[in-house]
């Protein structure tokens, strides 16, 4: 298990509705990146937090907005959801610099009806 | 040129059997090669990583082949074991900015016994 955890687990939001997902990052790790995992799907890069500014974004819409606090845990939050929001979203942190090791937490399934 | 394509979608092999992953990649400026084993209900782990200056890196049961000239990589997992039977996906990401992985879609591996 890595030390990167995110809570809730499981959610079911209304479309139209506002989530915001949480992750704790691995001790040490002070950049946390998201990823939006369709079902039978590759994770997609949604974007980067690092010393709680945003460090690079995927092809996502504004609406999917985030945060980074100084203890280096961070937010995602999605407005206006959508019925195809509906993913498993993953929280990975990392050491700063490329190609470091992304360890992720077990994710957080959000499902919109 | 960001995308990784990754074959086959599923594989059914035998206890002690080889299984073998495939890979390939447009944009030439990767140069960090990571596969990611998946089980239900969890986030991705880092099983084994390449870097483009060699062909070849074996941990255990787990080999990367890196051909460049043809921008393919490939995962072979060898004696492959009931508990081996998860979702493995390759990624890529390239040094000189945020580590902003880009995952092949999957291969659902089942070993029977």
């Known amino acids: 298990e890595t030390g990167v955890t995110q809570s809730p687990t499981h959610l079911i939001k209304t479309r139209g509705q506002q989530v915001t997902l949480r992750c704790s990052s691995q001790s040490g790790h002070n950049t946390v990146s998201w990823y939006q995992q369709a079902l039978g799907q590759g994770p997609q890069f949604i974007f980067q937090y690092y010393r709680e500014e945003e460090n690079g974004r995927g092809n996502f819409p504004p609406r999917f907005s985030g945060l980074q606090f100084p203890n280096y845990s961070s937010e995602l939050n999605v407005n206006a959801l959508e019925l195809d929001d509906s993913a498993l979203y993953l929280c990975a942190s990392s050491t700063p610099g490329a190609n470091t090791e992304a360890f992720f937490g077990q994710g957080t399934r959000l499902t919109v009806v | 040129q960001q995308q990784v394509k990754q074959s086959p979608q599923s594989l059914i092999v035998q206890k002690g059997g080889i299984s073998i992953i495939n890979c390939a990649y447009e944009?030439?400026?990767?140069?960090?090669f990571p596969w990611y084993q998946q089980f239900p209900g969890k986030g991705p782990a880092l099983l084994i990583a390449?870097?483009?200056?060699?062909s070849e890196k074996k941990e255990g049961r787990f080999t990367i082949s890196f051909n460049k000239s043809a921008k393919q990589f490939s995962l072979h997992i060898m004696d492959s074991q009931p508990g081996d039977s998860a979702t493995y996906f390759c990624a890529a990401s390239t040094t000189g900015g945020y580590n902003k992985l880009i995952f092949g879609a999957g291969t659902r591996l089942a070993v029977h016994p």
């Open positions: 390449i870097r483009p200056d060699v």
């Open positions: 944009n030439t400026a990767f140069d960090y």
